[in-house]
T-cell receptor
Framework: TQLLEQSPQFLSIQEGENLTVYCNSS?????LQWYRQEPGEGPVLLVT?????EVKKLKRLTFQFGDARKDSSLHITAAQPGDTGLYLC???????????FGQGTRLTINP | DTAVSQTPKYLVTQMGNDKSIKCEQN?????MYWYKQDSKKFLKIMFS???????INETVPNRFSPKSPDKAHLNLHINSLELGDSAVYFC??????????FGSGTRLTVV
């Protein structure tokens, strides 16, 4: 099972700023999922990227999948306090019978 | 509401006790999972069940015994609880090649 490395581990910025968090691997991803987890809740799926070079947008969130499918990024424009949470990338293995997670980026948006 | 629901939300118990966590999904998904999230927020798979059949047991101590009475339910029984079992346990479900839907977690504290 490959290791998914997320960076930074912690990020604290002011409301209105832009930010990017990363998910990297030494091996090629089959596909990649991004989740957001809020305190006291389970992770919630944001997006799945499959094709190298793919870009998906979800309101102020932009997800990119690297051309070589070994990295992915999540960019948030004009961050809001409601974006605060733990952002996790995850890769399905064994025919999606298990999901392997990165260690996450803990994002705090200060008003 | 369509969801994955797990009970209880909080569980505080003494070392050596036996406890169970229940999970139910009404999404019609074929596969259900148990994940453990440690104090550093790292999420790791414990078990996967597909149509009531165990398909993944990720080197979990045999004090942990999952049971799936039907496709919509997956319970987790833990014998002889140890301090190191303290964590948040998440139930999840999915259909193959789609993202996971997680429950809101059970925070287990062993004292």
């Amino acid at each position: 099972t490959q290791l998914l490395e997320q960076s930074p581990q912690f990020l604290s910025i002011q409301e209105g700023e832009n930010l990017t968090v990363y998910c990297n691997s030494s091996s090629v991803f089959s596909s990649l999922q991004w989740y957001r987890q809020e305190p006291g809740e389970g992770p919630v799926l944001l997006v799945t990227v499959v094709t190298g070079g793919e870009v998906k947008k979800l309101k102020r969130l932009t997800f990119q999948f690297g051309d070589a499918r070994k990295d992915s990024s999540l960019h948030i424009t004009a961050a809001q306090p409601g974006d605060t949470g733990l952002y996790l990338c995850a890769e399905p293995f064994q025919g999606a019978q298990k999901l392997v997670f990165g260690q996450g980026t803990r994002l705090t948006i200060n008003p | 509401d369509t969801a994955v629901s797990q009970t209880p939300k909080y569980l505080v118990t003494q070392m050596g006790n036996d406890k169970s966590i229940k999970c139910e999904q009404n999404l019609g998904h074929d596969t259900m999972y148990w994940y453990k999230q440690d104090s550093k927020k790292f999420l790791k798979i414990m078990f996967s069940y597909n149509n009531k059949e165990l398909i993944i047991n990720e080197t979990v101590p045999n004090r942990f015994s999952p049971k799936s009475p039907d496709k919509a339910h997956l319970n987790l029984h833990i014998n002889s609880l140890e301090l190191g079992d303290s964590a948040v346990y998440f139930c999840a479900s999915s259909q193959v090649s789609y993202g996971y839907t997680f429950g809101s977690g059970t925070r287990l504290t062993v004292v």
